[in-house]
């Protein structure tokens, strides 16, 4: 029997999971997209029987979400819900990729009880998704772990989120952004695979996590620690544009993580920054 089988194999962190599982000697089998989709029963059936299930399948773009909100539900949620009847088919325990979910918190850091309000419709498919998981987990004895991701970044990352954009920017003129003001919690691509290799191992039980670095960057720092990495000094150019749904400002507290997965960040955003330019075998050699 397998070890591990992972849905999403071929998105941003699934690639960099795979690699680490399959690095470290666990049998893992990951599927992607080509081999069917998650809202169909039949690709359920065509998969293995498998000791646990990492399940990163989604539709994961905010923007997109807003015009395509039923494709983003059927997805995440009806997708999840299948992977969990596959759970309990096969006595397997779910690991569930879900996503920041507390829309405009009332204190910072945010701690798992704190109120879930999604602000989006992707938020709101997550959350959804995530009630069906611990549905499961109370009334079908699914062992099932949800892991509330902030804002991942790293190497290999789709060129639409801040990050790569900024990246792709070095190589021009000027650096171009909406609004400099926004506060997120970047927590570097290792890290998050880290997080999900260690919440595989939890087999018995409900568990819900933070998974975030524990501060917050504005885009203005982020810009500033990019170029300082990067050794450029561009002209940065803000519209001042406060995006519709905007959160000010975005922390986890990653307390619970840290006591019970034993994990914590080892990449400061600066130290994940550099890692992600030398990934992408960009000169930065201070």
Same mark, same amino acid.
């Given at each position: ?27 893992? @089998? ?50 999840? @819900? ?48 995530? $009630? ?24 290999? $990352? ?10 792709? $920017? ?88 840290? %006591? ?7 990449? %400061? ?18």
């Amino acid at each position: 029997m397998l070890d591990a089988v992972v849905t999403g194999a071929g998105g941003f962190i699934g690639r960099a999971l795979c690699c680490r599982l399959a690095n470290d000697g666990w049998k893992v @089998q990951g599927f992607t997209t080509a081999h069917g989709d998650v809202r169909d029963a039949a690709f359920w059936e065509g998969l293995p029987a498998a000791r646990a299930l990492v399940h990163l399948a989604a539709r994961s773009f905010v923007p997109d979400s807003w015009k395509l909100p039923t494709a983003f539900v059927e997805a995440n949620v009806l997708g999840t @819900q299948l992977a969990l009847d596959w759970c309990v088919k096969h006595n397997a325990r779910i690991v569930f990729a879900s996503a920041y979910v507390y829309g405009i918190p009332s204190r910072l850091p945010v701690l798992e009880y704190d109120p879930v309000l999604p602000n989006n419709p992707y938020a709101l498919s997550k959350a959804l998704a995530e $009630q069906c998981v611990e549905f499961a987990a109370c009334h079908s004895g699914v062992n099932a772990t949800i892991l509330r991701i902030f804002n991942v970044y790293g190497a290999g $990352q789709r060129e639409e989120f801040l990050v790569p954009t900024l990246i792709k $920017q070095l190589h021009q003129h000027e650096i171009r952004v909406m609004d400099l003001a926004p506060r997120r919690d970047y927590v570097y691509i290792d890290d998050v695979v880290e997080a999900f290799v260690r919440a595989i191992a939890l087999t018995e039980g409900f568990h819900r996590f933070n998974i975030g670095s524990g501060c917050s960057h504005s885009v203005g720092e982020l810009i500033d620690i990019l170029q300082s990495v990067a050794r450029t000094s561009l002209p940065v150019v803000s519209n001042a544009t406060v995006r519709c749904h905007e959160i000010p400002e975005v922390r986890a507290d990653i307390s619970l993580a840290r %006591d019970l997965l034993e994990w914590t960040p080892a990449c %400061d955003l600066e130290t994940g920054i550099r890692n992600t330019l030398r990934m992408l075998k960009y000169d930065c050699k201070n």
